[in-house]
């Protein structure tokens, strides 16, 4: 099984396949492309239909778009969605609405585990996604959270789809307040979020236009 990925430090999409290939206990080569350099583009295309990342090869098969590649991992690793059919449900709610939605805070506050824009990228929209996401995080928790420290108890698909708000708030300074707030901490403290944000330090590449606030 491989892994096409982007840069650590920028690709959200990326890494929200990453944890859930790593939450599946899958062996998976990972293949780490970095973006908009030149020859990027066909590198990408040279692994993934889509021309973009994450893509998941399995024994030939191509399965590109984040979701998709965490749904056909939960095929073979069915822990990663809870076992209660109702929490499954409003697991996979919020995953496709963090899918779809949050374009306003996704655009003013990309991912970038590198930089500190504590203060930048507000605004009223981007507070009502903020608001919007801690809501998530608190009710999933106050319903679903008994069995551990996660959004539905064990860490699941959700937990991955939101990693990369989590990185999102530390770059940004948003601190939620009680259950939220205690969720992102332990989000950050996860082994294989520090394992990435290793990674996204290490790495020597900037992408001059994702680094919106200097
Ligand atoms: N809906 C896709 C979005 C994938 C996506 O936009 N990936 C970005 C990086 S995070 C990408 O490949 N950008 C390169 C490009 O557009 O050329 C998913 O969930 O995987």
């Excluded at 697991?91 to 003013?108: D, I």
């Excluded at 530390?170 to 332990?186: R, S, V, W």
Aim: hydrophobic share 45%.
């Amino acid at each position: 099984m491989k892994l096409i990925i982007g840069n650590k430090n920028y690709s959200s999409w990326s890494l929200r396949a990453w944890l859930a290939a790593r939450a599946g206990g899958f062996a998976f080569e990972e293949i780490r492309i970095p973006l908009f350099l030149p020859g990027s583009r066909e590198h990408i295309l040279s692994h993934s239909p889509s021309g973009k990342v994450p893509c998941l090869i399995d024994r030939g098969l191509a399965v590109w778009d984040s979701l998709a590649i965490c749904e056909y991992l939960a095929e073979q690793a069915p822990q990663l969605w809870p076992a209660d059919p109702a929490a499954r449900a409003v697991a996979r709610a919020v995953s496709a609405e963090m899918h779809s939605g949050f374009q306003n805070l996704r655009q003013r506050m990309g991912m970038n585990i590198r930089k500190d824009y504590a203060g930048h990228g507000r605004s009223a929209e981007v507070d009502a996604d903020i608001a919007r996401i801690t809501a998530i995080w608190n009710d999933c928790r106050a319903r679903f959270g008994a069995d551990g420290p996660y959004l539905f108890g064990r860490f699941s698909v959700a937990d991955a789809m939101y990693a990369p708000v989590c990185f999102r708030f530390k770059t940004y300074g948003i601190a939620p307040e009680g259950a939220a707030g205690a969720y992102l901490a332990t989000m950050l403290a996860h082994p294989d979020m520090r394992a990435w944000q290793a990674g996204a330090l290490a790495e020597t590449e900037a992408i001059p236009g994702e680094d919106l606030y200097g």
